[in-house]
């Protein structure tokens, strides 16, 4: 599982509350990412981080932001949550090689329900 | 803009069945195609392809890459009901590693 954990991994909030989600690695990846999950939509990128404080949004980086203070853990902001982020979220860790030529992949943690009513 | 794009989007077959799945990219600076399982948790890595016609095998599961027509296939010989998965595919991009995800084929095999 490549030592990645995820908190909480539910939750229930109310529109317009803030919700922050942790992700946490024990292997210290350089690049870390955040991930939803709909129905009919696959795995799309919310954010990602090459290093500490270096982050990049991804294609759905509407109303998220993140913060990585520490190479361990990636935190995602839903700054006003709204029932449209209603989703599954996993965080994940690229590990593999630098040149291409070797085994590269992501591990993902195990993911968290969100639901905004 | 970076696309991937994976057919069938589900399909249902029998056990001892041999499927095929797709996966088709459209991306600048391609890197590599990787291949994910997903049963109810995670996805669990399968395959990473780099080169163009060099299979990939794990047991009843093989996969190859062509570059030029830029997709990619995801074989499973005699089907069992353990293969009931999403299968995802994802291009990895050069320079950001980021990865794209196709939006999945949802496969059942039935006993």
């Known amino acids: 599982d490549a030592g990645i954990t995820q908190s909480p991994r539910h939750k229930v909030t109310e529109t317009g509350t803030p919700v922050t989600l942790r992700c946490h690695q024990t292997?210290?990846?350089?690049?870390m990412y955040w991930y939803r999950q709909d129905p009919g939509h696959g795995l799309r990128l919310i954010h990602y981080?090459?290093?500490?404080?270096?982050?990049d949004k991804g294609e759905v980086s509407d109303g998220y932001s993140v913060s990585r203070s520490k190479t361990e853990d990636f935190l995602l902001t839903l700054e006003s949550a709204t029932s449209s982020q209603t989703s599954v979220y996993f965080c994940?860790?690229?590990?593999?090689?630098?040149?291409?030529?070797?085994?590269?992949?992501?591990?993902f943690g195990p993911g968290t329900r969100l639901l905004v009513l | 803009e970076d696309k991937v794009v994976q057919s069938p989007l589900s399909l249902v077959v029998h056990e001892g069945d041999t499927v095929t799945l797709n996966c088709s990219y459209e991306?600048?600076?391609?890197?590599?195609l990787l291949w994910y399982k997903q049963e109810k948790k995670a996805p669990t890595f399968l395959f990473m392809l780099?080169?163009?016609?060099i299979e990939k095998k794990s047991g009843r599961l093989s996969s190859i890459l062509d570059k030029k027509e830029l997709f990619s296939i995801l074989n499973i010989t005699a089907t069992q009901t353990g293969d009931s998965a999403i299968y995802l595919c994802?291009?990895?991009?050069?320079?950001?590693?980021?990865?794209?995800f196709g939006t999945g084929t949802r496969l059942k095999v039935l006993a």
């Open positions: 994940a860790i690229r590990r593999g090689g630098v040149t291409g030529t070797t085994q590269e992949t992501q591990y």
């Open positions: 292997e210290n990846h350089r690049y």
């Open positions: 981080s090459y290093g500490v404080k270096d982050t």
């Open positions: 991306v600048t600076n391609f890197r590599s």
């Open positions: 780099t080169s163009s016609g």
């Open positions: 994802a291009v990895i991009t050069s320079g950001t590693y980021k990865y794209i």
